[in-house]
């Protein structure tokens, strides 16, 4: 009976000093994620914030201050767009924003997948997920375009990377597919 007692005792007492080494350890893994947000985030927004406002893309456009925007694709294409005359970067109230020419409408979609099945394109988040028909994403982007969407063609800025090596020589004669590389590449997209 001594000895069970005694391996009880032995057993609080391992899990008080378990207990008592783990909780700074915690602690101080709190603090390090702490700094590292306010390195990361906290501390940039005023910097970013002033570099934002004197940025031609919130002179030309007013579009509200959200954080990270200097960091936003669409401000750092802006300035390349702006080169191209037959281009124009349309930003709405919600933050979402299209590329648009005379007759078409230019969306980046955040789908990583492209696949040819059936002769048309299906797109998805990851492999084995549920698929959308490229045809289908005009209704799809309908309700966040602020365009006749009827009356333009339905354009998506893609990069070869989201094909796979057999698709992409079909998808580079698909009319629906523009190819960009980066940013830079918007002061020549002609459509």
Known sequence: MEHKHNSNIGKRL???????????????GVVFLG??????TVLPSPVER????KSEF???LKAKYTLGITRNFAFKS??????????????????????????????????PRYEYE?????????????????????GTFAPLIKENIDELDLKLLVKEKFFKEHHLLLAKD???FVFYKNEKDFASIKI
């Open 14 to 28: 391992l899990a008080l000093l378990l207990f008592i080494v783990t909780i700074p350890l915690v602690i101080v």
């Open 35 to 40: 700094i590292i947000y306010v390195l990361t």
């Open 50 to 53: 002033i570099i934002y406002k």
């Open 58 to 60: 919130y002179k030309e």
């Open 78 to 111: 802006y300035k390349y767009v702006k080169q191209n005359e037959n281009l124009e970067l349309v930003v709405q109230d919600e933050g979402y924003y299209y590329y648009k020419t005379n007759n078409s409408i230019l969306v980046i979609p955040y789908y």
């Open 118 to 138: 059936n002769r048309e394109w299906m797109i998805s988040m990851d492999e084995g997920k549920s698929k959308l028909r490229v045809a289908d994403l005009k």
């Open 174 to 176: 698909d009319p629906v």
